[in-house]
T-cell receptor, first 119, second 115 residues
Framework: GAVVSQHPSWVICKSGTSVKIECRSLDFQATTMFWYRQFPKQSLMLMATSNEGSKATYEQGVEKDKFLINHASLTLSTLTVTSAHPEDSSFYIC???????????????FGPGTRLTVL | AQTVTQSQPEMSVQEAETVTLSCTYDTSENNYYLFWYKQPPSRQMILVIRQEAYKQQNATENRFSVNFQKAAKSFSLKISDSQLGDTAMYFCAFMKQSGSYQLTFGKGTKLSVIP
């Protein structure tokens, strides 16, 4: 159990267009999901924390108008990169927290990531 | 705020040998969790091992074990009988026991297992 999927796994888009990335918890309900960005050969940088039914909390320096996050259900969070530019090219990873009270405590389960290339 | 430091950007180990990856952290919290994650070339993050700060006993998962020194704020990972499949980036991570449940990652250590 505890599988998190991301779609698409790889996307190429033109500069100025918007791209939506989906993160789904397949076999559990995730009240909290997290979005990370990872540059080549670097660590994961937390972009925002997404709670179901409420506005996302963005980390300092992350443009909320550029990176729109929606957590409309307990199994789906989306990240939309608006008006993408080449500098937005990166690897985006989501994770989902399974609430306490279930078998695992506060473990985060990670999606396989989405590689975004903006031309 | 919490910080996690991994001072070894790259390491290598001979197959079947033992290697230890270092991690130190800084926090004012008393209750927290520590993790080691593995990120192979596929880039899927995989939990290797976790440690609850209130537990004095070091966590062990098969060939993976930790040396948790709470007073020294040190959390090293030992990989025994290294296998080629252990080749990956390894990230040390910290999570407070309450609050937002955010993970704070170190910069990672690239481990190469040499046949």
């Amino acid at each position: 159990g505890a599988v998190v999927s991301q779609h698409p796994s790889w996307v190429i888009c033109k500069s100025g267009t918007s791209v939506k990335i989906e993160c789904r918890s397949l076999d559990f309900q995730a009240t909290t999901m997290f979005w990370y960005r990872q540059f080549p050969k670097q660590s994961l940088m937390l972009m925002a924390t997404s709670n179901e039914g409420s506005k996302a909390t963005y980390e300092q320096g992350v443009e909320k108008d550029k990176f729109l996050i929606n957590h409309a259900s307990l199994t789906l969070s989306t990240l939309t990169v608006t008006s993408a530019h080449p500098e937005d090219s990166s690897f985006y990873i989501c994770s989902a927290r399974r609430p306490t009270g279930e078998s695992s405590y506060n473990e985060q389960f990670f999606g396989p990531g989405t590689r975004l290339t903006v031309l | 705020a919490q910080t996690v430091t991994q001072s070894q950007p790259e390491m290598s180990v001979q197959e079947a040998e033992t290697v230890t990856l270092s991690c130190t952290y800084d926090t004012s919290e008393n209750n927290y969790y520590l993790f080691w994650y593995k990120q192979p070339p596929s880039r899927q993050m995989i939990l290797v091992i976790r440690q609850e700060a209130y537990k004095q006993q070091n966590a062990t998962e098969n060939r993976f074990s930790v040396n948790f020194q709470k007073a020294a704020k040190s959390f090293s990972l030992k990989i025994s009988d290294s296998q080629l499949g252990d080749t990956a980036m390894y990230f040390c991570a910290f999570m407070k026991q309450s609050g937002s449940y955010q993970l704070t990652f170190g910069k990672g250590t690239k481990l190469s297992v040499i046949p």
